[in-house]
């Protein structure tokens, strides 16, 4: 099935940072769904479209028509993996401004019952490695 998303001209572009439990877990469920993940934001009714590139946000009333876009992460500024990330936030339609008060914790909790969803039922398991000593003859 393919779906297509049209965009208004960029109505502003601002700098923002997303929390790293939000980039962690969006990047782990995107990883495990390929290319295209789709997050359901029931508590809003909007639709959130992650692909490596950028997140889009949709409304249920304007399914075609993105809204706001995060663009531009930029997990290589941090040091550390608990460390926010740096992103910008591209508005297409004026609502935006107000959609945004909401939607990085409605996010974040979306994507929190997708990965409950999602659990999987198997087991790890850990494999311990045992180093081997080489002998002078054995090539490096």
């Known amino acids: 099935m393919e779906e297509r998303f049209y965009r208004e001209q960029e109505l502003a572009r601002l700098p923002d940072f997303l929390p790293a439990a939000t980039y962690n877990l ?13 997050v359901p934001i029931r508590s809003m009714q909007y639709m959130a479209v992650l692909d490596a590139d950028e997140f889009i946000f949709v409304d249920s009333q304007n399914k075609a028509w993105i809204e706001l876009a ?37 996010f974040h909790q979306a994507l929190r019952v997708l990965a409950e969803r999602n659990k999987s039922d198997t087991t790890a398991t850990i494999l311990t490695l045992h180093h081997k000593a080489r002998s002078e003859d054995e090539p490096r």
């Open 26 to 38: 969006a990047h782990t469920l995107l990883a495990r769904a390929g290319k295209c993940l789709f």
């Open 70 to 106: 995060w663009q531009h992460f930029r997990p290589q500024a941090r040091s550390a993996l608990d460390e926010r990330v740096p992103f910008e936030q591209v508005y297409y339609l004026p609502q935006a401004t107000e959609t945004m008060k909401r939607l990085p914790g409605e």
